[in-house]
Structure formats: C-alpha cells, structure tokens
C-alpha cells in the first residue's frame, strides 16, 4: 500500500496508467477496454425497434371492449331473467322477490326490479361503498331489458317449452354475469350490499350472501313470487357457470402487460347480479 506519492525519479512514472473517469458503477477497465452496462440515462433492455408492431389491444380499444361486455352483459341479464318468468319453474332469489312485489303493487317486474335497485344502492351510503358506471348501469339496463324481453317473448303454457325456457335463461344469466362483471366497472348494487355488510360485520362473503338471499326469496314467496326446480337448479348452476365465462370474457388489464385480471375486488366473491 502507498501512503505518499512516488517520487519524480522514478523511472517507471511514465507507465502509471492514468486515472480514468468511472461511468457507472458496473464499469471494468482491462487492458485499456472499457466494458459497462449502459449508462445510468439509458433505458436498459432491448432497444426498441421502430418497426415493431403496436400492442394488440391498446387502452381505447380495450375500454370499448369493457363498456360493450358491460351493457352487453347487462342486457342478456335482464333478458335471461325474463326467460325464467316465462318458464314458470322457478326465478332467481332477486327474481322471486321481484315478482312478489310486482303482483303485490301491480307494477311490472321490470319496473319493480329498477326500484329495488335503487333503494339498495342507497343502503350503500351508510356502509360507505363506493359504486361505479356498471352499478348505475345495473339498476336500469336490467329492467328495461326484463320488460322489453317479457313483451317480446309469448307466453309459454306447454312444459315442452317452458323446461327449455329455463335452461336457457340459467344458461344465458351464466353468459350475461360473466360479461358484466369480466368488464370491471362495479359491482351490482345488491352485490355491493352483501360485500359492504361483509366488511362491516366481519363474516364471511359465503353467509352473508346466504343470509341475504334466504332472506329476499323467503319474503318474495310470502308475496306471491314463485320458487321451484328452477329456482335450486340456479343456485347449484350459477356459480360454476360465472367462475367459467368470467375467464371466457376477461379482459387483458393494462398494467399488468397482458395478464387477464377479471374485475378488481375479487369478483369470484359476487357471481351473482347486484
């Protein structure tokens, strides 16, 4: 180790390497070559090349994508609703509730479906949720399609047709929640009740939604909604339907490079229409 400076005699000074400026700290200097990573203001990784082509799906075109799955999904919802009130085996458990205050009121399903909505989405505000465009969205499209659907469709009085009926609204509410939710605009307002009261009472998602909708079919059969082979074949048909046309329809997250994230909060929690 040299504690001084050599002196001026020494004959070898003239070989002392000078001393050279370092870039970074990666840089290695052997035989008068430098080698280095890239300097600290250069991007490291491949260079990008000017004839690369675009990405697939740029964020205008995937949020066209989103907002058709949505109102398209929404549609089918209210239109596959509609089918298992043609059927007459059985609604849903927000359907039996539906129907019971229709033929309590006089209203149409549709209507009464909107109604319920928004009266659910202010039990929101005291548990502080916060809704999105599909929320809003939910408690119009839903029963505009019902009701559009209803006066489409004849009555049907034959079990031979009202048995396909059902399978195809249970079908065809599985195509539509998988659309809707898959779009990642909000939870449905009743979806967003049962995850609110999760997280303010701390129970599971699982018996809240139980509880939930025990209790809208128990209230709309007192009304006059009506409960059957339908109404089971649903419960037991739902979830694996909307667990497979949620991957069906995901769509690719931007900052996720290309990864299909389904819809923020863990959308597997609530398959069912809000």
Do not use: C
């Not at 249970?170 to 605009?185: E, H, K, S």
């Amino acid at each position: 180790m040299i504690s001084s400076p050599p002196s001026p005699n020494w004959p070898w000074k003239r070989f002392l390497l000078k001393p050279q400026s370092v870039t970074s700290q990666a840089t290695v200097t052997t035989r008068g070559h430098i080698l280095s990573t890239p300097p600290p203001d250069r991007p490291s990784g491949p260079p990008s090349s000017p004839a690369s082509s675009p990405p697939s799906n740029p964020p205008s075109g995937r949020l066209t994508r989103r907002l058709l799955q949505l109102y398209v999904g929404l549609a089918l919802y209210g239109a596959s609703s509609a089918l298992l009130v043609e059927a007459g085996l059985g609604l849903e458990p927000w359907g039996v509730l539906h129907q019971g205050l229709a033929e309590l009121t006089g209203l149409t399903i549709g209507v009464v479906s909107i109604i319920v909505g928004a009266v659910v989405l202010l039990l929101w505000i005291p548990m502080r949720q916060r809704p999105g465009l599909g929320t809003v969205s939910n408690v119009f499209v839903v029963g505009i399609a019902m009701d559009g659907t209803l006066a489409l469709v004849p009555d049907a009085h034959a079990l031979g047709i009202r048995i396909p009926l059902l399978v195809a609204g249970i079908l065809l509410n599985g195509v539509a929640t998988g659309l809707y939710i898959a779009a990642r605009f909000g939870p449905g307002p009743r979806d967003g009740l049962m995850t609110g009261l999760h997280e303010r009472t701390g129970r599971s998602i699982r018996l809240m939604r139980t509880a939930i909708e025990v209790a809208v079919v128990a209230t709309g059969f007192v009304l006059g909604g009506t409960v059957g082979v339908g109404t089971v074949l649903y419960a037991l048909a739902i979830g694996p339907l909307a667990q497979l046309f949620l991957r069906v329809f995901a769509v690719p997250s931007a900052s996720s490079g290309g990864s299909t994230i389904v819809a923020a909060g863990q959308p597997e929690q609530a398959i069912l229409r809000g």
